[in-house]
């Protein structure tokens, strides 16, 4: 049963993410998050040469051009996580079942993980995306910022219309607005105009960088149901399209599995862990399954 528009208070979700995914997490997990979570913040210690094994990300350039020999920056780990959020409320992540959109899935996920991290005493920020990075709220502790941080979503206007999302504003205000070294996820289906790529490669560089792919599977394949009309929730435009025809389907099809493929050699590049999210998957196997694939990486 979908529940009332007005019924849709930041405690009502909590509440219920706390009963019916945050307790089966703590079960199949055992309390240990250190798989989703171990991006802790680090501050710089000290230099010494480079090793074979050594993380290439670490290599201070500067300091490698001036001794003319590799040089990589070590850190201290601090415990005390802090995360943010990029997240991207753009019209097409309106898409989906009157149940289960894809900004259903993103206020869930979000809000889970922030319960999650919260409650051992971390922080969490995040900004947000529609069509220009509309708001920034910063990096905070506590139940009540988990349920401002909700709040904030549920208000976040639903655009009937936007340009072409362009997701490297998002990404750039990223680099600007998290100073100290953070666990950064960026939550978008990203359909995006080109070139966001760069800044991507940017933000892992500094930070632990997590990319949470959703999507509906509508748009991965097309069901054959006859003449119907489909239109693109950014700019408006609309178009008859016969789903009787095999050709097309099938054309259809392997757009979107090169569109999958660029996507995950995107993510591959820039060394970002990347899950993708279903509309229809069950949030609860989806984030042990990331969990268990970070612990083999």
């Known amino acids: 049963m979908v529940m009332p528009t007005s019924e849709l208070t930041p405690e009502r979700i909590l509440l ?31 230099l010494r040469e480079y090793q074979p094994g050594d993380d290439i990300r670490y290599i201070d350039w500067n300091v490698t051009a001036r001794m003319d020999t590799p040089y990589i920056r070590q850190y201290v780990e601090d415990r005390e996580i802090t995360a943010w959020f990029l997240l991207d409320l753009s019209p097409s992540m309106d898409f989906g079942t009157v149940e289960n959109q894809k900004r259903t899935v993103l206020i869930d996920f979000v809000s889970t993980l922030a319960r999650l991290l919260t409650r051992h005493g971390n922080r969490v920020g995040a900004l947000l995306y529609g069509g220009r990075v509309e708001r920034t709220i910063p990096a905070r502790g506590g139940r009540i910022h988990v349920l401002r941080l909700i709040n904030d979503l549920l208000k976040q206007p639903r655009l009937a219309r936007t ?21 950064v996820f960026i939550i978008s289906d990203f359909i995006s105009e080109p070139g966001w790529e760069k800044s991507l490669n940017l933000l892992s560089q500094r930070h632990e960088v997590l990319a949470i792919r959703l999507f ?19 700019t408006g435009e609309q178009l008859y399209v016969d789903t009787h025809d095999r ?30 999210l279903s509309t229809e998957d069950d949030l609860v196997r989806a984030i042990v399954r990331f969990a268990t694939l970070r612990r083999k990486r």
Do not use: C, N
């Open 16 to 46: 219920r993410l706390d009963w019916q995914v945050i307790r089966r997490l703590d079960g199949l997990l055992q309390g240990d998050y250190r798989t989703l979570f171990y991006g802790y913040g680090v501050d710089f210690a000290d």
């Open 247 to 276: 050709t097309f389907r099938r054309r259809f099809q392997e757009a979107a599995q090169a569109r999958e493929a660029a996507l995950s050699e995107a993510f591959k590049r820039a060394g970002v862990a990347a899950l993708s």
């Open 163 to 183: 340009p072409s999302t362009d997701l490297a504003p998002l990404l750039k205000a990223g680099l600007h607005t998290i100073k100290k070294r953070s666990l």
């Open 216 to 234: 509906d599977p509508r748009e991965m394949e097309l069901p054959d149901i006859g003449l119907v009309m489909v239109e693109d929730a950014e």
